[in-house]
């Protein structure tokens, strides 16, 4: 297990996060995904939180995310909801042809604490997402 220090911290918190497309539309393509996970990177990177890993299929996408103990973990993702929507309809204009609406991700979303199984099943689950 790797320790985070802070300055009056050491902590491992780990969450896997898994995001749905509305209506589970299949408009993730590789190009998309990857545009996906660089705007997602910058919202975390300026919260502190990394993103260990990143992958998905064509309707959903999974993080697995390690953060500080006071970061605010639904503000976070209501961040990345709402700026990925806004910029991936703007970059990609063809996604909005295959949504029903203006939504872009289904109002939920699932999260959990990584603890009863190693990072490294967590990671290797993500890795095969979409093979």
């Known amino acids: 297990m790797e320790l985070t220090h802070a300055c009056?911290?050491?902590y491992s918190l780990n969450y896997h996060l898994v995001l749905v497309i509305a209506y589970r539309k299949?408009?993730?393509?590789k190009p998309v995904m990857k545009r996906l996970i660089e705007i997602t990177t910058n919202i975390t990177n300026g919260l502190k939180v990394q993103i260990t890993?990143?992958?998905g299929e064509k309707d959903h996408i999974h993080f697995l995310l390690s953060a500080p103990p006071d970061f605010n973990l639904?503000?976070?993702i209501n961040s990345i909801k709402t700026v990925t929507s806004r910029r991936l309809k703007q970059e990609f204009p063809e996604i909005q042809k295959k949504l029903w609406?203006?939504?872009f991700w289904t109002a939920?979303?699932?999260v959990t604490t990584v603890g009863d199984v190693s990072l490294e099943?967590?990671?290797n689950y993500i890795?095969?997402?979409g093979t």
């Not at 299949?26 to 393509?29: D, E, N, R």
């Open 53 to 55: 890993e990143a992958n």
């Open 26 to 29: 299949k408009v993730l393509t």
């Open 101 to 103: 609406s203006q939504k």
């Open 74 to 76: 639904c503000r976070m």
């Open 8 to 10: 009056h911290s050491i």
């Open 108 to 110: 939920s979303y699932y």
């Open 121 to 123: 099943t967590i990671q």
């Open 127 to 129: 890795e095969s997402q």
